[in-house]
């Protein structure tokens, strides 16, 4: 099933950063424009137990709006969803966003394979992935779900990332298309959605 005509977003941005994501998420979101014609949706692994303010550390650092997303947020362009600590964020058929305590992947809640494969699922050809900085693997599986829609999976080079081996598990699956450094990604990003609109 998918989402509805009149609230599909022209494409959705799915990003995934864990130890150091903070600085390349910083990175990413300040060099999109106004007006960027897609959804962000971001999981950054976090502690679980307490509150987080990373929406608020990351709202103001470029110009699309950062908030945490709750059950039942309309997925909407120019906007980013922040997933909460310790719960997995997913697109779901009628457009909007649910949150999840399903089990832990690769060590993690919120998951970047459980966003990836939501995205690939409602979006298919209109989702584009991306792995940043990280330890261990996530995400190296839901880049396969992106792939096999159609959409596009942009990596970080691990050589410019702060921890190096969660890009380069996702690189190594064969299912990234674009390995680039951190300075890369938003301008590839707009490429992507400008091309594809």
Do not use: K, N, Y
């Amino acid at each position: 099933m998918q989402f509805s005509p009149r609230h599909v977003p022209r494409h959705v941005v799915a990003i995934a950063a864990s130890m150091g994501g903070l600085a390349a998420l910083r990175a990413v979101l300040s060099g999109l424009p106004a007006g960027f014609p897609a959804a962000v949706l971001v999981v950054q692994h976090q502690q679980g137990g307490r509150a987080s303010g990373l929406a608020g550390i990351l709202d103001g650092c470029g110009p699309l709006p950062v908030t945490e997303a709750r059950e039942g947020d309309r997925v909407e362009e120019g906007r980013v969803h922040l997933a909460p600590p310790d719960l997995h964020l997913m697109a779901v058929a009628d457009g909007t966003l649910t949150l999840s305590d399903a089990p832990m992947e690769h060590f993690s809640r919120p998951s970047a394979d459980a966003l990836f494969r939501s995205v690939a699922l409602h979006f298919g050809a209109r989702a584009i992935a991306v792995v940043l900085t990280g330890r261990l693997g996530d995400g190296s599986g839901g880049v396969g779900a992106v792939h096999d829609a159609g959409g596009t999976v942009l990596a970080q080079d691990p050589a410019s990332a702060a921890a190096g081996s969660m890009p380069a598990t996702s690189i190594r699956t064969g299912w990234v298309d674009r390995v680039l450094a951190l300075e890369e990604i938003a301008p590839a990003l707009v490429d992507l959605v400008s091309v594809q609109a």
